[in-house]
């Protein structure tokens, strides 16, 4: 903490402050920390009521939320890894009783609730509870498209579970009455909220799975009751009454509350209905389906009559038209026409080729009397005469021409024999043994036995000594 003092300013002569007086003035951060460590010291552990708002969740998986009533809210945070927090209560809007100390977040100078306990409150603990429930079933199982059952196309005799006194079963009735009076249906009472409500629902059900298999069959359930708050549906939402429906050997239709209202009963059932009456109507949509059918048949019969009367109309007239234009007389008239044609140029082809056959047959007459073959024979017996005369000459320049390349070979290869290197004084230094060559004085070991070759005769030696370094002379 720091301090300062002044001394005196003067401002037309008027004296603020005397010379002894001071006053503290203190640093933001001073004042955040002396703030900070009073209301960590007074409100070490604190629950407070309200409602969440402004939710989000960091990547780090801490929690920022705002708890608010109707005067008030303050800023709070759940940190991940908060033993004994539940986080399902947290949510927009959920009523919740947090329990945590109070602190500052010295940053931006505002206090906050650090939370290490959430308890949902009234609606919410139903809420959580709700979809606690929700996703145990959902692991289960229990909401799988596989598992849904198809309801009966035409059912004749429904069972239904509902209160005899409410308003949902009157909305049924009347419905399947003006749809389709004929379908039987079986009730089996029963309370639909309050305390044990859920329990005849479940026995209920029990019963008239039973009814079905020992009596007259049931082609479906249906599970009705109009709307309500989310207490007041509960009985909808417990385990045993879920586990009832999934374990029904009838498909089961659930039409529970008002269109918004979702129960975990419609998520079991095979078929969910928005309300009581939308379920009558789907139930009964087949037989309305095929009434109105039979109602619009004879109608439709006699347009689809008038139709193929028409299309026969039609196909008549075309093909009348089809006859006049392709009358048989035409046709033969048509083809007696192409057979002229044909023989006509039939005729002409013939003319033609006759007249080029004529011109071929001249001109190869004309070179036949052309041709003289005595001409010819003397052509060929002047030239056998000359080639005959030549032939001598050119035998006789072609082995001259031999000789003189057999001459150069010859002398070639006397120059290229290792004798004639012999005779100019050279010899061959041999291994005595192996009678491979010695071309250097290194490959050569004492006592090693040689062998060297003149130009006339060998001379058999041992080795003494071996000189590598000697030059030959220049």
């Given at each position: 903490?720091?301090?300062?003092?002044?001394?005196?300013?003067?401002?037309?002569?008027?004296?603020?402050?005397?010379?002894?007086?001071?006053?503290?003035?203190?640093?933001?951060?001073d004042?955040?920390?002396?703030?900070?460590?009073?209301?960590?010291?007074?409100f070490?552990?604190?629950?407070?009521?309200?409602?969440i708002?402004?939710?989000?969740?960091?990547?780090?998986?801490?929690l920022?939320?705002?708890?608010?009533?109707?005067?008030?809210?303050?800023?709070c945070?759940?940190?991940?890894?908060?033993?004994?927090?539940?986080?399902?209560?947290?949510?927009?809007?959920?009523?919740?009783?947090?329990?945590?100390?109070?602190?500052?977040?010295?940053?931006?100078?505002?206090?906050?609730?650090?939370?290490?306990?959430?308890?949902?409150?009234g609606?919410?603990?139903?809420?959580?509870?709700?979809?606690?429930?929700?996703?145990?079933?959902a692991?289960?199982?229990?909401?799988?498209?596989?598992?849904?059952?198809?309801?009966?196309?035409y059912?004749?005799?429904?069972?239904?579970v509902?209160?005899?006194?409410?308003?949902?079963?009157?909305?049924?009735?009347?419905?399947?009455?003006?749809?389709?009076?004929?379908?039987?249906?079986?009730?089996?009472?029963?309370r639909?909220?309050?305390?044990?409500?859920?329990?005849?629902?479940?026995?209920?059900?029990?019963?008239?799975?039973?009814?079905?298999?020992?009596?007259?069959?049931?082609?479906?359930?249906l599970?009705?009751?109009?709307?309500?708050?989310?207490?007041?549906?509960?009985?909808?939402?417990?385990?045993?009454?879920?586990?009832?429906?999934?374990?029904?050997?009838?498909?089961?239709?659930?039409?529970?509350?008002?269109?918004?209202?979702f129960?975990?009963?419609?998520?079991?059932?095979?078929?969910?209905?928005?309300?009581?009456?939308?379920a009558?109507?789907?139930?009964?949509?087949?037989?309305?389906?095929?009434?109105?059918?039979?109602?619009?048949?004879?109608?439709?019969?006699?347009?689809?009559?008038?139709?193929?009367?028409?299309?026969?109309?039609?196909?008549?007239?075309?093909?009348?038209?089809?006859?006049?234009?392709?009358?048989?007389?035409?046709?033969?008239?048509?083809?007696?026409?192409?057979?002229?044609?044909?023989?006509?140029?039939?005729?002409r082809?013939?003319?033609?080729?006759?007249?080029?056959?004529r011109?071929?047959?001249?001109?190869?007459?004309?070179?036949?009397?052309?041709?003289?073959?005595?001409?010819?024979?003397?052509?060929?017996q002047?030239?056998l005469?000359?080639?005959?005369?030549?032939?001598?000459?050119?035998?006789?320049?072609?082995?001259?021409?031999?000789?003189?390349?057999?001459?150069e070979?010859r002398s070639?290869?006397?120059?290229?024999?290792?004798?004639?290197?012999?005779?100019?004084?050279?010899?061959?230094?041999?291994?005595?043994?192996?009678?491979?060559?010695?071309?250097e004085?290194?490959?050569?070991?004492?006592?090693?036995?040689?062998?060297?070759?003149?130009?006339?005769?060998?001379?058999?030696?041992?080795?003494?000594?071996?000189?590598?370094?000697?030059?030959?002379?220049?």
């Amino acid at each position: 903490m720091a301090r300062t003092t002044k001394s005196q300013w003067d401002f037309g002569g008027s004296e603020l402050f005397s010379a002894a007086e001071t006053r503290s003035v203190w640093s933001v951060s001073d004042l955040t920390t002396r703030v900070k460590r009073l209301i960590e010291k007074e409100f070490t552990a604190v629950n407070v009521r309200g409602e969440i708002s402004n939710l989000r969740q960091q990547a780090s998986g801490h929690l920022y939320f705002v708890l608010k009533d109707a005067g008030a809210q303050l800023n709070c945070v759940l940190f991940r890894g908060q033993a004994g927090a539940d986080r399902s209560p947290i949510r927009d809007g959920g009523q919740v009783i947090l329990g945590g100390e109070l602190t500052v977040y010295e940053p931006r100078g505002t206090y906050q609730l650090r939370v290490t306990r959430v308890e949902a409150e009234g609606l919410g603990a139903l809420q959580a509870a709700f979809e606690r429930l929700k996703q145990k079933l959902a692991t289960e199982g229990l909401f799988a498209p596989e598992r849904k059952r198809p309801l009966p196309a035409y059912p004749n005799r429904i069972g239904i579970v509902t209160s005899p006194t409410g308003a949902a079963l009157q909305d049924v009735l009347h419905v399947i009455g003006r749809r389709y009076a004929g379908l039987q249906i079986v009730l089996a009472p029963s309370r639909v909220q309050g305390q044990g409500a859920a329990a005849e629902i479940v026995t209920a059900i029990d019963r008239l799975n039973r009814w079905s298999a020992a009596h007259e069959p049931l082609d479906l359930l249906l599970l009705t009751r109009g709307g309500g708050s989310l207490e007041d549906l509960w009985s909808f939402n417990e385990e045993v009454v879920a586990r009832a429906i999934a374990a029904s050997a009838l498909p089961v239709v659930s039409a529970v509350g008002h269109e918004i209202d979702f129960t975990i009963a419609d998520f079991v059932a095979d078929l969910r209905a928005a309300t009581p009456s939308a379920a009558a109507e789907i139930i009964t949509q087949n037989y309305v389906a095929s009434r109105e059918w039979v109602a619009g048949a004879t109608e439709q019969l006699a347009q689809c009559a008038w139709a193929r009367l028409t299309r026969a109309r039609e196909d008549i007239e075309e093909k009348l038209r089809r006859l006049h234009r392709e009358h048989p007389r035409r046709r033969l008239e048509t083809w007696l026409q192409q057979l002229d044609d044909a023989q006509s140029e039939l005729g002409r082809a013939v003319r033609r080729n006759l007249r080029d056959r004529r011109v071929q047959l001249s001109s190869r007459q004309g070179a036949l009397l052309a041709w003289k073959p005595r001409r010819h024979l003397l052509e060929r017996q002047r030239h056998l005469a000359d080639v005959t005369r030549r032939l001598p000459e050119l035998a006789r320049a072609r082995l001259e021409t031999h000789a003189a390349r057999l001459a150069e070979l010859r002398s070639r290869l006397r120059l290229l024999n290792p004798h004639n290197v012999l005779q100019r004084g050279y010899s061959l230094t041999l291994d005595a043994t192996s009678g491979a060559l010695i071309r250097e004085a290194a490959a050569v070991r004492s006592g090693q036995r040689l062998r060297t070759r003149l130009a006339s005769g060998e001379v058999h030696s041992v080795a003494t000594r071996t000189i590598t370094d000697t030059p030959l002379a220049e």
